[in-house]
């Protein structure tokens, strides 16, 4: 059996507010397992914790208490980081350059050749279909194509993981049905995609398996029928079970 594709274990982090204020709490002791291969969401309304947590386990933050692996490695390590790809939730791309260049110069960031970058981009841009809009500057691109282009970035250095911070945000139902398309080929591949949503319903029934977070802590973890019951309908979804369980929490004496 594969190790898990991430696994958060006890992982606390806090931020201080600026000008010296308190400290504020972005996880909670998040302890979380993600099978490897498929599709996982991370769910939940905006300041639950979900980029902090994507963002421990790519190692650009580091976790006050406990700890982060990916695939058995330390999450920031370079063995780690050479299994990821990432999109970040304002897509990172470069507006002034043609799509081409930004893949092209992405792969070169990433040590590839001038030939193998060249035909990295050109299959790329194929696959999430802009080889038509290559040579147009980024900043002519629509949101959705843009989003695409990102997507293709992420996707470079062929990672086994792929970690999507908000990637349907602002994407009109068009573009988003394009992007889940594209994430199905990838879980077809055997590839792990973990992206965070907001869009609890939108997003959510398209996994294979969530975890929704409220104020850094796990409140619901399982597949679409675990977590919304043995007959999942239209009439109950998740923002329902959100609302349920942080009732829930509230009448434990967990806060709100």
Avoid at 56 to 68: E, H, I, K, Q
Avoid at 100 to 125: P, T, Y
Avoid at 204 to 231: F, N, S, W
Wanted: some cysteine; aromatic content about 4%.
């Amino acid at each position: 059996m594969s190790a898990p594709a991430l696994v958060f274990s006890q992982v606390t982090k806090d931020y201080r507010l600026s000008g010296g204020g308190p400290r504020v709490r972005a996880l909670d002791a998040l302890s979380l397992s993600i099978p490897t291969g498929g599709i996982f969401g991370l769910l939940g309304p905006n300041g639950s914790g979900k980029s902090t947590a994507l963002k421990v386990a790519l190692g650009l933050v580091r976790g006050d208490a406990g700890s982060c692996q990916v695939a058995g490695a330390s999450a920031g390590s370079a063995e780690a980081r050479a299994m990821m790809g990432y999109l970040p939730e304002q897509g990172g791309v470069h507006l002034h350059l043609s799509g081409w260049e930004a893949l092209m110069s992405h792969a070169r960031l990433q040590g590839w050749n001038r030939r193998g970058a060249a035909d990295r981009a050109a299959a790329l841009l194929q696959w999430v279909d802009l080889t038509g809009a290559a040579e147009r500057r980024v900043e002519s691109y629509s949101r959705g194509m843009r989003q695409r282009l990102a997507f293709a970035q992420a996707l470079v250095p062929d990672p086994a993981v792929l970690i999507l911070d908000e990637p349907f945000s602002g994407v009109d139902p068009l573009a988003t049905r394009r992007l889940l398309a594209l994430l199905e080929a990838l879980r077809a591949e055997g590839k792990t995609i973990v992206l965070s949503s907001h869009l609890l319903d939108g997003v959510g029934r398209g996994c294979d398996a969530v975890a929704m977070l409220h104020r850094g802590k796990v409140i619901a973890e399982g597949t679409v029928a675990e977590v919304l019951g043995p007959a999942p309908s239209i009439s109950r979804g998740f923002e329902d079970v959100f609302i349920e369980r942080v009732a829930a929490a509230a009448e434990g004496g967990g806060g709100s």
